[in-house]
């Protein structure tokens, strides 16, 4: 899979979208979201289940299924056990993470995004958990080995670094926090004027104890993307990889 192609997503609540939210990011759509979509996700009257439900219901699948390449970097050497995938949106790092032998954990807080999630897991013949959560409120119970949040960033106002922290709190010993974030946005994403904390600071506001966490990776890769209409261009993710001490 070329860079260009990975998925993205992640929706702060529970989700994602494209350029950031609770959800996929700059993930490769399938089709492109509808204005309609973005509306309900700028509408400040409406609550955090109703803005992503309203996003996902807004039109078909969003999001192309495959999984996110730096998760499949990250994940592939790692000994599966269980996993937590926060803000699954469609599901195609649960489903990749299912095939490769992990017991999944998927989250949203839109219920069109977990049945759009248990729908790829059955026809790629794998079996993940999907639980409703508005991240913010409550979380699933842990320990997990794997814990991944992919362009988990929202327009919604929410404490994301304290979720980030209580998440943390759920790995076992020796798992990894895989967090990966949209470093900039393509010339066409409706974010471009959006300020991207870097990778550095991104690890600092996760405040987590250096007795008990170990930064594995802290860094900013560039790939190419893909637009909705076709477009390319370059745009950088930012990368954090923590482990909880043994």
Same mark, same amino acid.
């Given at each position: 899979m070329s860079a260009g192609e990975q998925d993205q997503h992640g929706h702060g609540h529970g989700q994602g979208q494209e350029g950031h939210g609770h959800g996929p990011g700059? *993930? *490769?759509? #399938?089709?492109? &979201?509808?204005? @309609?979509?973005?509306?309900? $996700? %700028?509408?400040?009257a409406l609550g955090v289940e109703e803005r992503w439900e309203?996003?996902?219901? @807004?039109?078909?699948?969003?999001w192309s299924g495959r999984p996110n390449a730096l998760l499949v970097e990250v994940a592939e050497p790692l000994v599966p056990g269980r996993a937590l995938d926060l803000g699954c949106g469609e599901?195609?790092? !649960?489903?990749? $993470?299912?095939?490769?032998?992990? #017991?999944?954990?998927?989250?949203?807080?839109?219920?069109?995004?977990?049945a759009r999630t248990r729908e790829a897991a059955a @026809?790629?013949? +794998? %079996?993940?958990? &999907? /639980? *409703?959560?508005? $991240?913010?409120? !409550? $979380?699933?119970?842990?320990?997990?080995?794997? +814990?991944s949040a992919f362009f988990l960033q929202s327009p919604v106002e929410w404490d994301r670094a304290a979720v980030l922290r209580r998440a943390s709190g759920l790995l076992a010993p020796e798992g990894h926090l895989v967090l990966?974030?949209?470093?900039?946005?393509?010339?066409? !994403?409706?974010?471009?004027?959006?300020?991207?904390?870097?990778?550095?600071e991104l690890h600092d506001g996760l405040a987590l104890p250096p007795e008990d966490f /170990? #930064?594995?990776?802290?860094?900013?890769?560039?790939?190419?993307a893909t637009?909705? %209409?076709? *477009?390319?261009? %370059?745009?950088?993710d930012t990368v954090v990889v923590v482990r909880r001490r043994g």
């Open positions: 700059g *993930q *490769q759509r #399938a089709a492109g &979201t509808t204005d @309609a979509g973005r509306a309900v $996700l %700028e509408d400040d309203g996003f996902y219901v @807004a039109r078909g699948r969003i599901g195609g790092d !649960s489903v990749w $993470l299912a095939s490769r032998g992990w #017991a999944v954990t998927s989250v949203d807080v839109a219920p069109t995004a977990l @026809a790629a013949g +794998v %079996e993940v958990t &999907t /639980e *409703q959560h508005d $991240l913010e409120r !409550s $979380l699933p119970a842990g320990p997990f080995d794997l +814990v990966v974030d949209h470093g900039s946005a393509p010339s066409w !994403s409706w974010h471009g004027g959006h300020d991207f904390p870097t990778a550095q /170990e #930064a594995v990776r802290v860094d900013a890769p560039v790939r190419v637009g909705p %209409e076709g *477009q390319v261009g %370059e745009v950088t």
